[in-house]
T-cell receptor, first 113, second 112 residues
């Protein structure tokens, strides 16, 4: 049981490049989320999904796109990378409001130069 | 607008001591209050959580105290150990989607 798997673990991008951060979970969780973690700011919600085909914006969605075609996968796309998107990105999944909270992946450290 | 305020930013405690981290929230619609523990290079892991219908929840050495009228909740770590050294985040959520709003984190160091 792998839980929540994020790839890659590290990535360096040039300004203006695009890329996709991958997230997959094998717990059959309906709820999935993307957060970014910056020093002194905790984790901030980027986008989330409550089921396949359903996504919504979080607190800091600008510059990011998501889709949820399957229950297992929830990729995060950076459309045109900017230095302000340098951060650690975490994907998380949950079985829902009656469950035991969110399980987080180990993160992707992204640097935009 | 920071909806969940966490303090202190950093905390140093001697082994065997009590670590106390405080959080305050603004949105009265929040109805689920978890604490997460994060070690360097790892993702946050759920430590303990409470719902507002109880004032305290204890799991081993970890206790959440909840004051609904003051809109405050705190994490107490009894008999703190060096292995507890980590960053702790409080969080709050509401509604069926249960999306988390996090505090800014507390870096705890337990000295041997």
């Amino acid at each position: 049981n792998a839980g929540v798997t994020q790839t890659p673990k590290f990535q360096v991008l040039k300004t203006g490049q695009s890329m996709t951060l991958q997230c997959a979970q094998d717990m059959n969780h309906e709820y999935m989320s993307w957060y970014r973690q910056d020093p002194g700011m905790g984790l901030r919600l980027i986008h989330y999904s409550v089921g396949a085909g359903i996504t919504d914006q979080g607190e800091v969605p600008n510059g990011y796109n998501v889709s949820r075609s399957t229950t297992e996968d929830f990729p995060l796309r950076l459309l045109s990378a900017a230095p302000s998107q340098t951060s650690v990105y975490f994907c998380a999944s949950s079985g829902g409001p009656g469950g035991d909270g969110y399980t987080f992946g180990s993160g992707t450290r992204l640097t935009v130069v | 607008q920071q909806q969940v305020k966490q303090s202190p930013q950093s905390l140093i405690v001697q082994k065997g001591g009590i670590s106390i981290i405080n959080c305050a929230y603004e949105n009265t619609a929040f109805d689920y209050f978890p604490w997460y523990q994060q070690f360097p290079g790892k993702g946050p892991a759920l430590l303990i959580a409470i719902r507002p219908d109880v004032s305290e929840k204890k799991e081993g050495r970890f206790t959440i105290s909840f004051n609904k009228s003051a809109k405050q909740f705190s994490l107490h770590i009894m008999d703190s150990q060096p292995g507890d050294s980590a960053t702790y985040f409080c969080a709050a959520s509401k509604g069926s989607a249960r999306q988390l709003t996090f505090g800014s984190g507390t870096q705890l160091t337990v000295l041997p």
